[in-house]
């Protein structure tokens, strides 16, 4: 089994930053991919970033330009530099991994959420 604790979120204001931590414990596991996904009141769970071990990232346009994805293998940590936010990035942030279990079986795992509020 593997946990995910994040961390980091709270209240920014509009053209602030913020940074999100997701960190992986458990044991007999390897992560290939790690993303921050975000849901607003009323809307669907979207995702705003991934990384795949190596190093490849992907973001959501909403997301390029203004956050960062960026991972720790070592430590099995991700994090969300968010630049700019704008009130419409207001969303719970889930922190998503994909993990080989026992190297036998693959398994998506998800955090609990961390909110992030974008207001003056």
């Known amino acids: 089994q593997v946990q995910l604790v994040e961390s980091g979120g709270g209240l920014v204001q509009p053209g602030g930053s913020l940074r999100l931590s997701c960190a992986a414990s458990?044991?007999?596991?390897?992560?290939?991919?790690m993303s921050w996904y975000r849901q607003a009141p009323e809307k669907e769970r979207e995702l705003v970033a991934r990384?795949?071990?190596?190093?490849?990232?992907n973001y959501a346009d909403s997301a390029k330009g203004r956050f960062t994805i960026s991972g720790d293998s070592a430590n099995n940590t991700v994090y969300l530099q968010m630049n700019n936010p704008l009130p419409d990035d207001t969303a719970v942030y889930y922190c998503?991994?994909?993990?080989?279990?026992?190297?036998?079986?693959?398994?998506?795992?998800w955090g609990q959420g961390t909110q992030v509020t974008v207001s003056s």
């Open positions: 998503y991994a994909n993990a080989l279990i026992s190297g036998r079986t693959w398994r998506a795992y």
């Open positions: 458990g044991s007999n596991f390897r992560i290939d991919v």
């Open positions: 990384i795949v071990n190596g190093g490849t990232t």
